[in-house]
């Protein structure tokens, strides 16, 4: 009997123990109590800096971009908080908390120390230029202290900082962890959710609320797939007739002034926002406007020509396709440079049958496709240098087509290892978006109809190309450097999960990312293996992962459920474990 006592009483400690997520590189914790309130006092090197809730930076300063990120730490945990009774056995929440009734200390102080200076490139940076690293400690006396290299790492050590606390079901805000003491620092350099905004427009509210979940996630990049063969949500004032003839409906745009806000809004929150327009594959809609320009506009058989409908891509031996886009980048680039590293050009699914059809082409062999394309590649990559941007591209470019890319390229590969194999052999930088793990819009079935017949019995029960779902398990598992050698491995800047939106948009989006793009946040911050080498598991990320998507929808994202509250509340991953 007692020993059972003995055994719950442990079981009632250990969920909420060391439940951070991502996991930190090293944690200690211990079991006493600490309230926090309206009263705390930051300083930042020395400086008070007094906390406002919903504070919005002026501008891009270090002491600016801290402020901001402790009101919003603060806000987070004084009125975003949630009650944990799913992570507590039945009907036991309140013998878990902290007593009301007994002499209450405070988290008074929080101490703010940034051992590095920050650069321009703190704001914008290249994989590898900015230390994210942090040491958080927190003693029984109520004092806290971040320090940290850059304001990035203030950040992330504020959001470690959030994750500490819990609402009582009586109301105020506790830990029940002091004394705390955490190191912590990513593994991986790019940490990203890439969002196609151009199958299915999304609003900026929500283009928003995914950058806040990025952050909470400590990922770092927001890829936006800015436009595609279906619409051109993207203004260009040098070209307003792209949108103007391509966007879905008036207003469904992003306008110059809305370019900027997400931006902004991102770099405040340690993201850096990659703007993608993909070429010249998935370029149709702009024969809207551009008839001129593009190949085989909605060309039929769709399927013969690309991968999904409307076909059209960029003419590419034709003389005035430059001149376009030097208009568009010099429009475009200038706008990204000030908060981004990065500029993707595209370059996947480039179909070589709409050659056929182009009147300055007119053949798909590679030996005359595939010169050409060098060619446009060449000329795009000096467009996005000069502006003092490094290309990004799919790896279909050098992986593929054998085009040569230059070693500055960031080469993006969504079909898997062996390709990471060889570009990364090759010398390439790569980030993963391994289709088979990490895309997140796959196995929710097909979006296409299929007439009664034969293309009906052959494709029932209607799987779309990449089923099935991929679990936060199948995600948790991947290692974006599995198989890799030392030196291949090194070239391996990180990854992005992948959500194509072709049945995706601001209803279902979080519900798509949430809670599943977590599990690759950690496998990309904490890395696949922990600091003993010991292979990570779903028995361990499971109650972590279950108690930071309370703490995701307590914040107003409605990430889906990981477990029944029956497992959730069982203490630990073995609940329910299959046999
Ligand atoms: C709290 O931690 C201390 C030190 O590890 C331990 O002796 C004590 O039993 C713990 N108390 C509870 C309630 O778990
Ligand atoms: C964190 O603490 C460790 C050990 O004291 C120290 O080596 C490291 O430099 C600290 N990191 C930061 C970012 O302050
Ligand atoms: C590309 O266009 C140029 C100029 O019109 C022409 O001389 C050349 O033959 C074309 N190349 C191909 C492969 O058609
Ligand atoms: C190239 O185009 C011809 C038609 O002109 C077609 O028969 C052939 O299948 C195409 N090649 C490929 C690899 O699609
Ligand atoms: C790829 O192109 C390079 C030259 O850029 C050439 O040496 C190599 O043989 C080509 N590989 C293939 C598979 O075509
Ligand atoms: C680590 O675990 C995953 C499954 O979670 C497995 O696929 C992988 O092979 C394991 N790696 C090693 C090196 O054990």
Redesign the pocket.
Known sequence: MLLKAFLSCLLLTVTSVQAIWPIPDSVSTGNSTLWIGEVLHVTYNGDRIPWIRNYIPPKFTSKEIVKGGVSRAVKNILDDNFVPWKLYRRLALEKTEPNLWKPKTYVSWLEIVQTGKDTAKTFKPLAGDVDESYNLTVSINGKAKITAVSSTGVLRALETFSQLFFQHSQGPIYTNQAPVQISDAPVFEHRGVLLDVSRNYLPLDTVYRVIDAIAWNKMNRLHIHATDSQSWPLEIPALPELHQKGAYAHGKTYSPVAVAAIQTYAVQRGVEVIFEIDSPGHFGVAALSHPELITGWDAQPWSTYCAEPPCGQLQLNNSKVDPFLDTLMSDLLPRVAPYSAYFHTGGDEVNFNEYNLDPTVGTNDSAVVVPLLQDFIDKHHARVRKAGLTPMVWEEIPASYNVSVGKDVVVQSWLGDEAIKSLTAQGHKVISSNYNYWYLDCGRGQWLNFAEGESFEENYPFNDWCYPYKNW?LI??Y?PR?GLTDEEAELVLGGEVGAWAETIDEVNIDGILWPRASAAGEVLWSG??DASGE????IDAAPRLAEFRERLVARGVNAEPVQMTYCTQGGDGNTCLFQ
């Open positions: 398990r948790y598992s290692d599995a696949r293996f292979n990570r598991t779903q």
